[in-house]
């Protein structure tokens, strides 16, 4: 069975483009008339219906679900299952890591509803071992994959993920060295192997060094649009056919509009022709 992102690089081919749409569901950012939870699933599927051509995933934030209370799981749940009747990939943003029994059950509880989820490698292997094993092919949950954390986009990420060993070497690229080591174990004969890096679209010198250190893994390249980041600034995280790099987009699509605006389906499909179309001539035509 191919890795996911051998599925995610034809969606990438067949739409021209690399854009991930990122659901941090907020109450008072949502139009007028969606209310409650039940609310946050209608928006959900018609922004997914209005963007579903122009992406490739879907990127639920956990936290913002979990906020939600104790039928969060349950709006999550829905989300993750509207993308994928649309034909889109579930990108469970979820950045856990823990060890022992308790990875394992994050494993099995996250891999249920996301095809790929992201991960925090502070633990160490064994942290990461139970997604991993999701990976492999010999698993009847083969195929999934995985985003494990390197160079984060958030402003106080310098004070440790720069820090230097004894060669000199930043503990970001420590990571994507893993990150290689255990992509190139899982991956086979295949181009790209099921295990991917976060790496911040605000830092294009540190996005370029993990390039070059995880030839073969995808990157999740968040940070453009309100995090200052430009499309120009991804241009080397892609290879020569538009493939390697997602990039997730939350305010910039999901919040675009102010909620009292009766015209809001149209400035998101606007906002999504406007963002692939600067994705296609930078990333495919530049």
Not at 79 to 94: E, K, Y
Request: aromatic share 8%; with cysteine; glycine share 10%.
């Amino acid at each position: 069975m191919p890795s996911v992102f051998a599925h995610i690089a034809e969606l990438v081919t067949e739409k021209r483009s690399p854009l991930v749409l990122g659901l941090d569901p907020r109450s008072e950012r949502m139009p007028h008339g969606y209310v409650g939870n039940e609310g946050v699933v209608r928006f959900h599927s018609r922004l997914i219906e209005l963007v579903a051509d122009h992406v490739v995933a879907v990127k639920p934030q956990i936290a913002f679900f979990e906020q939600l209370g104790e039928d969060g799981l349950w709006v999550y749940a829905e989300t993750c299952r509207l993308a994928r009747q649309a034909g889109l990939v579930v990108i469970g943003d979820i950045k856990r890591g823990d060890i022992g029994s308790t990875a394992e059950a994050y494993a099995e509880a996250h891999f249920r509803w996301a095809d790929v989820v992201t991960v925090n490698p502070y633990l160490g292997d064994d942290s990461l071992e139970p997604f991993f094993a999701r990976c492999r092919d010999d698993t009847k949950e083969g195929g999934k994959g995985v985003f494990v954390l390197c160079a984060t986009s958030n402003p106080g990420w310098r004070r440790f993920q720069t820090v230097e060993d004894r060669d000199g070497r930043p503990l970001y690229l420590s990571v994507a060295a893993a990150i290689a080591e255990w992509n190139d174990e899982l991956r086979g004969g295949d181009v790209w192997g099921p295990v991917g890096a976060v790496v911040g679209a605000t830092h294009p010198e540190v996005l370029a060094s993990v390039r070059r250190a995880t030839r073969h893994s995808w990157l999740l390249v968040p940070g453009v649009g309100a995090q200052g980041a430009r499309m120009q600034d991804l241009k080397h995280a892609f290879d020569a056919d538009g493939h390697g790099a997602l990039v997730p987009v939350s305010r910039g699509l999901a919040s675009c509009f102010e909620p009292s605006d009766v015209g809001w389906e149209k400035r998101v499909r606007d906002a999504a022709e406007m963002l692939v179309a600067e994705a296609r001539s930078v990333v495919l035509d530049g």
